[in-house]
């Protein structure tokens, strides 16, 4: 194209894409005045006007993200039809609601991100744009279907990978590669693992998947909407724009230590308690550990009624503990049936005392009646309450696990390993989550107060009734009298009950806010990041959260730290979906630089020599580096460092082991990105623990453009091929 065509050009797609900004605004403005005139429509139910409210709030969003990167592409097909991509469709609302943009995530799209000079999908031309604002920039053209071509060149790509970090994982709508954009759209109703190497995109992939799902099976997902699970919050803050900048907001972001609402994790256990509660095992001890709280009298408990006194012996609380737990209802339902058994029997005593020699079961209105006052008298007690509460005790989690936790005697009595045993019996960990999060159901719900609270909402409801009657008497004028409008409201008051409902407050929460504060809540869909860490509890309890069990698993075994972690994908999920779940990898690093990788990938294969490094799209030019220092010279070695960073565009990080001044641990980074890393004292990351390679590997994949490393004792032998530095050189454009 000659300078002059390429300027018209230009000028051509600037004017097609400004007019899509004024769609935009149209359809924005128009949303506004119909979410303006819904919240003002007090003629709706409540019901419908929270309905229609909420989706036009939705829609709000996502015509508001679109404002940045609208359209990004175009495809010319063979037949000569245009076709330009973008983050939202926009149509001609003139022309039979022709699409003038249309959404990434529609079938029409594909083409876009998978067509190639040798498989060109029946497309002439591929073409991206650069923009500023709401301006194209430039554009950039790529040719299909020419002979010779394999792979398909992406300037926009290297462009995007060779940017400088900014705060926040970036979406990649407009640069979606084949390999991803095959797992993103793939229709498996199933588990989906994603496993790839370090920067290979898997998250982001993932996310993109989310909001392909959105797309295509809204009104299915919408309603109950995503579960995202990271390991930690900075995680989860990194990743937390690209679905919001997709137009996606019904999605929850939790790490495994939220599962359970109200909760608060401020403690860490050893190795060995992590292992042993991320274990299955731990069911049986769960279970022991609620068997242990349903004792029996070593003595007789005396209950001085009235008119007799009666004994509470083993020989009672065992049948009615039997009796309960046949019942098959948790602890703390089944203790209704505890007390049903034990009233009996004593009631039964006490009325064959009281009515020695006059009284036979002939006379049932007579024995009946005296059963009654017995069980009104016995639920009066204290100490028939009190014995109740020592037999079969009403339990939360919390308590439970609590003293279990704290108990030499009641961790041998649940068949637990004493490793368990802890001072700070409430001091939760992340591994005591599932644990937590199984009692709620072993141990069911106190139906006393469930019941308390329904007959208030029951007492209230039928108050706001009869307020709504009166409302009605009063409005029982004239008709002449009135005008219109006054009519209007009158006729649409036809009952006092519809009134009533009118004075019910909306639960105006967003689903967000709702699914967060709700333990019951189920999902349509889970993304689990870092799943290799999760172990069989953590997977118990997401599974718990996703009945249709649609997931998207992501991780590297190759990165697992976690002793309680998975050590293949198959044993973590074949329980749960059998022949459901299917596999997909990632080959290609698209963060890590060659030069970076080359060093990374040396110390893999001594680890874990069988798993094969993802291979990098690109080169940096620079050469990671080394400095030996000494104790005296480390913190000013570290702040060389980050004084020299503090001048270069993009973000950077000291990553080292506990007691390293500035430095945060390689575990707090996953799933990070900085442009430039330093680890320190690499010789002690590799020695903290049987996954210490593990977690070294992941601090040296961390950087996108420069990598240096200081050390005091001798280099790690996989890291010799680190170029030693009497200085940190500086490397790179400033």
Known sequence: MSTQGYEEELRSERSYVAGLYTRLDAERARVKAAYDSALGANGNAPMERDVSVRSL???????????NGLCFGRLDALSGERSYIGRIGLFDGENDYEPVLLDWRAPASRAFYVATAATPENMRRRRQFHTRGREVADFTDEVLGRDGGADRGDAALLAAVNAPRGEGMRDIVATIQAEQDAIIRLDHPGVLVIEGGPGTGKTVVALHRVAYLLYTQRERMERHGVLVVGPNPAFL??????????????????????LVPGLSVTAEDTPEAARLKGSLKILDVLAAAIADRQRLPEDPVPIQLKDVTVRIDAGIAEWARDEARASGQPHNEARAAFVEIVTYVLTERAIGRIGRGWLTRDDREEWESMRADLVKELADDAKFTAAIDELWPMLTPETLLAQLYTSTERLRAAGADQALLRVDGDAWTVSDVPLLDEL???LGRDKTADNAAEQAAARERAAEAEYAAGVMDTLKLDREEMDEDVQLAVENLLYAEDLADRFVEVDTRTLVERAVADRDWTYRHVVVDEAQELSEMDWRALMRRCPSRSFTVVGDLAQRRSVAGATSWGTMLEPYVPGRWVYRSLTVNYRTPAEIMTIAAALLADFAPGVQPPESVRACGVQPWSKRVTEDELSTA??????????????????????????????????????????????????DGPRGAAELYVALTRATQRLGVL??????????????TGAPAPAGPR
């Open 237 to 258: 803050h990194h990743i937390g724009r690209v679905l919001p900048s997709l137009g996606e907001s019904d999605v929850v972001f939790m790490t495994t230590g939220d």
């Open 638 to 687: 570290i702040e060389e460092f980050v004084r020299d960073e503090a001048g270069r565009e993009g973000t950077s990080v000291v990553i080292g082991p506990p007691g390293v001044p500035g430095a945060v641990p390689a575990s707090e980074t996953k799933g990070l990105e900085f442009d430039a890393v330093l680890v320190v004292e690499p010789e002690r990351i590799l020695a």
């Open 711 to 724: 050390h005091q004792g001798p280099l790690p032998q996989a890291l010799t091929g680190l170029a030693e």
């Open 440 to 442: 709620v159901d072993l």
């Open 57 to 67: 709030a939705r829609e709000a969003k996502r015509l508001d993200v679109a404002d």
